[in-house]
């Protein structure tokens, strides 16, 4: 039987329960009757429950899903999803840019598109393992603290029945089998945000986003917010409902990770990526998930200027999320924390005992391990990326934001250490568009052209 991830409701109103606790509703009584009908609780860490409801217990589902979501929230005050809203919360919005600042380069820029690809390949063997696998199987290959690719060699037979790599990706992201960059929707969204600014440009709208990824991204290629978004649009419904209907993943990590080319592309004004980010956003998400892509792109653009450093990225991100939101909160915490523990390790267990509620994939953890991970390492490529994947969750996410930041500020990709970026023999597979196997250099000049572009 075909058990179809991310969008059975007898999976969402698991999640559904969880995040309304997160935003200030009661599900109390709602939960109550899910469970005295035999429901259960969300997948830990697939996409669907191993066996499917029967009719009348998904009927019920669907049913909750519509209670819940007509119940007060208590948190609206402080995360706002309206971007109106938003800029009014935000005390230190940027101002508009009026002078002209230097465009990065096509160099600065793949190694930009270099850095993401490497964080993402790095996290991919153990997407889903929790921490103490992720650090066993680092160490029994003399490979922790974490400095070069996950591999099998010396790893003993029972540690890896016990921790199997990620299924979908071992075969092409362990360091004994990389050939090229594989798919993976950490890159391929970034594509598909190249392909936006070319046939809309910088004026795009939300049902823009949404006319692309019909046009050109497969339906199988979206997880999480975006399926829920992408069944949604199917179904008739129009953005930025596509975000709230039966979607329990709206603050998870998945705008965040679409967010690097409206920083790549805005030099220098943090507003204008924010603000670009904000209409990719709100097609799948909502709160403190568009404020994790609104943080990312700002950060980006920071980053996409002269003479700066991570810090002040970081704290340029800081500048557009509202400051009483449980992200601009995780952040802040997480930079403290890097900056005053000299063990990584010590500040990811901390992270995940403070964020212990949280899903692994929700948005508020995961932006507060890569602020610590780049904080940590005050910027240094590798230590960016290898500390944002040694600290688990989505750790192939983690490691592409973390390495597109380190990337941009290394400023060239001959700075990058040869043991990442050979093995990827600039050479990305894709199921968007003309883009397969296209190269890194290739797509540093498809981007500062729509840098430079008026």
Same mark, same amino acid.
């Given at each position: 039987m075909l058990r179809l991830t991310w969008v059975q409701p007898e999976d969402l109103l698991g999640h559904e329960l969880h995040q309304a606790v997160q935003d200030g509703r009661d599900p109390s009584r709602v939960a109550a009757r899910w469970y005295a009908a035999g429901g259960g609780t969300a997948p830990p860490r697939a996409g669907a429950s191993a066996t499917a409801a029967s009719p009348s217990l998904r009927r019920?589902? /669907?049913?909750?899903?519509?209670?819940?979501?007509?119940?007060?929230?208590?948190?609206?005050?402080?995360e706002p999803t309206d971007l109106a809203l938003i800029k009014d919360r935000c005390p230190d919005w940027p101002p508009p840019r009026y002078a002209p600042v230097p465009a990065p380069g096509p160099?600065?820029?793949?190694?930009?598109?270099?850095?993401?690809?490497?964080?993402?390949?790095?996290? +991919?063997?153990?997407? +889903? =393992?929790? =921490?103490?696998? *992720?650090?066993?199987?680092?160490?029994?290959?003399?490979?922790?603290?974490? $400095?070069?690719?996950?591999? @099998?060699r010396g790893v003993p037979r029972d540690l890896l029945d016990a921790h199997p790599w990620n299924r979908r990706s071992a075969a092409t992201s362990l360091a004994e089998n990389i050939d090229g960059m594989p798919e993976d929707d950490d890159l391929n969204y970034p594509l598909l945000n190249l392909l936006l600014l070319q046939r809309y440009g910088r004026g795009f709208t939300t049902a823009d986003v949404a006319r692309l990824w019909l046009d050109e991204l497969p339906a199988g290629r979206t997880f999480t917010a975006e399926r829920v978004?992408?069944?949604?649009?199917?179904?008739? #419904?129009?953005?930025?409902?596509?975000? $709230? !209907? &039966?979607?329990?993943?709206? @603050?998870?990590?998945? /705008?965040? *990770?679409?967010?690097?080319? &409206?920083?790549? %592309?805005n030099p220098g004004d943090p507003a204008r990526a924010a603000e670009q980010a904000y209409r990719d956003a709100t097609l799948t998400h909502t709160a403190n998930g568009v404020y994790a892509?609104?943080?990312?792109?700002?950060?980006?653009?920071?980053?996409? #200027?002269?003479?700066?450093?991570?810090?002040?990225?970081?704290?340029?991100?800081? $500048?557009?999320?509202?400051?009483?939101?449980?992200?601009?909160?995780? #952040? $802040?915490?997480?930079? !403290?924390?890097?900056?005053?523990?000299?063990?990584?390790? /010590?500040?990811?267990? @901390? =992270?995940? %005992?403070?964020? !212990?509620?949280? &899903?692994?994939?929700?948005?508020?953890?995961?932006?507060?391990? *890569?602020?610590?991970?780049?904080?940590?390492?005050?910027?240094?490529f590798t230590g960016s990326v290898c500390r944002a994947v040694s600290g688990g969750l989505d750790t192939d996410s983690n490691g592409a934001t973390a390495g597109s930041i380190a990337g941009l500020l290394t400023g060239d990709p001959a700075a990058l250490p040869d043991r990442f970026t050979g093995p990827l023999k600039n050479r990305l597979a894709t199921s968007v568009a003309a883009f397969d196997g296209i190269g890194f250099d290739a797509l540093a000049h498809l981007t500062h052209r729509e840098t430079v572009r008026p």
């Amino acid at each position: 039987m075909l058990r179809l991830t991310w969008v059975q409701p007898e999976d969402l109103l698991g999640h559904e329960l969880h995040q309304a606790v997160q935003d200030g509703r009661d599900p109390s009584r709602v939960a109550a009757r899910w469970y005295a009908a035999g429901g259960g609780t969300a997948p830990p860490r697939a996409g669907a429950s191993a066996t499917a409801a029967s009719p009348s217990l998904r009927r019920l589902a /669907a049913a909750l899903l519509d209670e819940l979501a007509a119940l007060p929230g208590g948190t609206e005050d402080d995360e706002p999803t309206d971007l109106a809203l938003i800029k009014d919360r935000c005390p230190d919005w940027p101002p508009p840019r009026y002078a002209p600042v230097p465009a990065p380069g096509p160099l600065r820029l793949e190694a930009a598109w270099l850095g993401r690809a490497v964080g993402c390949l790095l996290g +991919k063997p153990v997407e +889903k =393992l929790p =921490l103490e696998a *992720i650090r066993a199987l680092a160490r029994a290959s003399g490979n922790w603290p974490l $400095r070069t690719w996950f591999t @099998e060699r010396g790893v003993p037979r029972d540690l890896l029945d016990a921790h199997p790599w990620n299924r979908r990706s071992a075969a092409t992201s362990l360091a004994e089998n990389i050939d090229g960059m594989p798919e993976d929707d950490d890159l391929n969204y970034p594509l598909l945000n190249l392909l936006l600014l070319q046939r809309y440009g910088r004026g795009f709208t939300t049902a823009d986003v949404a006319r692309l990824w019909l046009d050109e991204l497969p339906a199988g290629r979206t997880f999480t917010a975006e399926r829920v978004a992408y069944r949604n649009l199917l179904g008739g #419904v129009e953005p930025p409902d596509t975000a $709230r !209907r &039966h979607n329990p993943f709206r @603050e998870w990590i998945g /705008a965040l *990770i679409r967010a690097d080319v &409206h920083g790549w %592309t805005n030099p220098g004004d943090p507003a204008r990526a924010a603000e670009q980010a904000y209409r990719d956003a709100t097609l799948t998400h909502t709160a403190n998930g568009v404020y994790a892509a609104m943080f990312t792109a700002a950060a980006i653009a920071g980053a996409a #200027v002269p003479a700066t450093d991570v810090h002040a990225c970081l704290r340029t991100g800081l $500048r557009v999320v509202p400051p009483g939101s449980r992200l601009a909160r995780a #952040v $802040r915490h997480a930079v !403290r924390l890097a900056r005053t523990t000299p063990d990584f390790d /010590a500040v990811v267990d @901390e =992270l995940h %005992t403070v964020h !212990r509620d949280c &899903h692994w994939v929700h948005a508020v953890p995961n932006t507060a391990l *890569i602020a610590a991970a780049l904080t940590h390492a005050d910027g240094d490529f590798t230590g960016s990326v290898c500390r944002a994947v040694s600290g688990g969750l989505d750790t192939d996410s983690n490691g592409a934001t973390a390495g597109s930041i380190a990337g941009l500020l290394t400023g060239d990709p001959a700075a990058l250490p040869d043991r990442f970026t050979g093995p990827l023999k600039n050479r990305l597979a894709t199921s968007v568009a003309a883009f397969d196997g296209i190269g890194f250099d290739a797509l540093a000049h498809l981007t500062h052209r729509e840098t430079v572009r008026p």
